[in-house]
């Protein structure tokens, strides 16, 4: 057995060894994501804490970070069969679980910011979407808050300014987004975010679709020259804050009402800290010689084009999925974007308001339990 399966194994048993030490009560999540990410950093470990505190001590909880306990790819399968009690979840990842879930993140396109789509995402599937419900049930999955990244924008070693300059492009492109470059006269190449920054240096593509701050976090800003200042859709499918609905069940409505309560909050927290960590991402690729180009309206055009033929794509998309009437849930969806569009703009910068308006129009709106 290698030295680093060995590692892998201790890790674990460190943290089980800790979680039943901390007894019955001590709530396990499981996240593939490094316990440095800013997701744990900023989001679940302060929502943790706060919950353990207006619970008095009732609940505790365990992060079992860096994959130790479940991975990306194994997350729901981790919730559904109780190896973990909460998850960071990519919906992306279980197409045939999480059917309406990750149908309405193939919609990218229909997303321009984070606040407003965290905020809308998390309505939709706790209030408007039946059939979220039954899937997520289905796999022993209580849901309580999702999270949107923040844009996604053309980040690139050479000067594209007009959409017809994306003809014959090579563009690291997933999902939606590879259609897009499609539409455009590009070609989409399947490359992981951790292969990014070779491919762009050495060639093997002239543009990534990805959000802002990878310009840092993946090192971009070293081997990118320009990124278009034109926001690309968001993914809209981190299922953050959730639980077995077996461990869901035997809390108290005390106890229930202290991690819904605190859910609003958290997503503010997440939002609060992606735009931050955008602005940073921004400054210091400006500093290092990237620059940022306005959208020329050709490309503008283009992308409100692919938009509308996108919903008739991702409907079929659907359909082939299992999901036979997917026009309303599309109709209901893009109303609350709307919606959210509009309350974001009154709230601005102020993310305790708009925590208290993700508790007024989705929390204050679940049935009691």
Wanted: proline content about 4%.
């Amino acid at each position: 057995m290698g030295l680093q399966l060995w590692a892998a194994l201790g890790s674990a048993l460190g943290v089980l060894g800790a979680v039943g030490m901390a007894g019955a009560d001590t709530i396990t999540y499981g996240s593939y994501l490094s316990s440095h990410h800013a997701t744990n950093v900023t989001s679940v470990e302060p929502w943790m804490r706060a919950v353990e505190q207006q619970t008095g001590g009732s609940l505790t909880f365990v992060l079992a970070a860096d994959g130790t306990l479940v991975g990306g790819r194994d997350a729901l399968a981790g919730i559904r069969d109780g190896l973990v009690d909460m998850s960071m979840i990519v919906d992306f990842y279980t197409p045939n679980e999480l059917v309406t879930s990750s149908i309405l993140t193939e919609l990218a396109l229909l997303g321009a910011d984070e606040a407003v789509m965290t905020a809308a995402v998390t309505e939709m599937q706790l209030l408007h979407c039946p059939t979220c419900d039954t899937e997520a049930a289905d796999n022993n999955l209580h849901v309580m808050g999702i999270y949107a990244s923040s844009p996604y924008h053309f980040i690139c070693n050479k000067k594209f300014e007009k959409a017809e300059d994306f003809r014959g492009a090579r563009v690291r492109a997933t999902g939606s987004w590879a259609h897009f470059v499609t539409y455009l006269g590009g070609t989409p190449v399947n490359v992981t975010s951790g292969e990014m920054y070779e491919a762009l240096q050495r060639g093997q593509v002239d543009c990534t679709l990805i959000n802002v701050p990878a310009l840092t976090n993946y090192s971009l800003l070293e081997v990118a020259k320009y990124v278009i200042d034109m926001p690309i859709g968001t993914f809209h499918g981190g299922h953050v804050y959730n639980m077995n609905t077996n461990v869901w069940a035997r809390r108290s409505s005390e106890e229930k009402a202290a991690m819904l309560g605190q859910v609003p909050q958290a997503l503010a927290n997440l939002v609060e800290g992606a735009i931050r960590e955008n602005t940073n991402a921004r400054q210091k690729a400006t500093e290092a010689g990237v620059t940022f180009l306005p959208a020329d309206p050709s490309l503008e055009t283009a992308l409100a084009e692919f938009q509308k033929n996108e919903l008739t794509r991702v409907a079929d998309l659907a359909r082939s999925r299992g999901l036979s009437d997917p026009d309303p849930v599309f109709a209901t969806f893009q109303e609350v974007i709307a919606k959210w569009d509009g309350i974001v703009q009154e709230t601005g910068s102020d993310w305790a308001a708009y925590a208290a308006r993700i508790q007024s129009e989705v929390f204050d709106k679940l049935p009691a339990e």
